[in-house]
Every structure is written in structure tokens, then in C-alpha cells.
Nanobody, 121 residues
Framework: QAQLVESGGGLVQAGGSLRLSCEVP????????MAWFRQGPGNQRELVAG???????NYAASVKGRFTISRDNAKNTVYLQMNSLKSEDTAVYYC???????????????WGQGTQVTVSS
């Protein structure tokens, strides 16, 4: 199906930590790229972190040193470990994947439903 399966959001105090998970269900031929985006109140959706199938990563400047993206290829799952959380991190976080599903000819973009992360100060 088109929807990715996200979990791990919640309410946390500033300075705390959360770990988000995102699983790609179904039969997959290959995953080219997986990423986390977020959209805070009154803000545009922005890229937080991304990881290629080879393991190369990139991060938004605002989260470097605090967030870590990783993946488990066997489980087709990507994680976002968020440490030293700030109130500015409050947003809906969306998982994103560019993948080629088994039996298809062209890679497609998939999105999760979004999970709320709220950081209290």
C-alpha cells in the first residue's frame, strides 16, 4: 500500500529524547531513499534527515548533532533518534520513502500518516 507505518511520537519535556520508527510494508524490490520531514505550526514542510540505501545521511542544520537517522535493511525500517529536544522541534513528523515495489517499473514516493511530536519547555 501507499502508506508507511510510523510510530514513536509523543509529548516530552525539553532536553528529553524520542525515537521515531517507520516501516515499509509489502513486497519491495529496492528502496532508493528514506527520510523524515516535519511541519510545525505555521511552517512549511521541511526535510529533517535522509538516508540512502547505501547508508549515506544528511541532516537539516537545525538538528545536526542532536538527531540521528538510521535504517534496518532487513526490516525495511528507518529510525529517527531525537535527543536534546527543544520546543522548536514541535511538529508533525512524516516518513518519506522513494522505492521500487516488486512488479512495478518506476520508483514511487510513499508517505506516512504523520506522528505528532510535542516538546514542552
Amino acid at each position: 500500500q501507499a502508506q508507511l507505518v510510523e510510530s514513536g511520537g509523543g509529548l516530552v519535556q525539553a532536553g528529553g529524547s524520542l525515537r521515531l520508527s517507520c516501516e515499509v510494508p509489502g513486497s519491495i524490490y529496492s528502496i532508493n531513499y528514506m527520510a523524515w520531514f516535519r511541519q510545525g505550526p505555521g511552517n512549511q514542510r521541511e526535510l529533517v534527515a535522509g538516508i540512502t540505501s547505501a547508508g549515506s545521511t544528511n541532516y537539516a542544520a537545525s538538528v545536526k548533532g542532536r538527531f540521528t537517522i538510521s535504517r534496518d535493511n532487513a526490516k525495511n525500517t528507518v529510525y529517527l533518534q531525537m535527543n536534546s529536544l527543544k520546543s522548536e522541534d514541535t511538529a508533525v513528523y512524516y516518513c518519506n520513502a522513494l522505492l521500487l515495489r516488486l512488479g512495478r517499473l518506476v520508483p514511487e514516493e510513499y508517505w506516512g500518516q504523520g506522528t505528532q511530536v510535542t516538546v514542552s519547555s
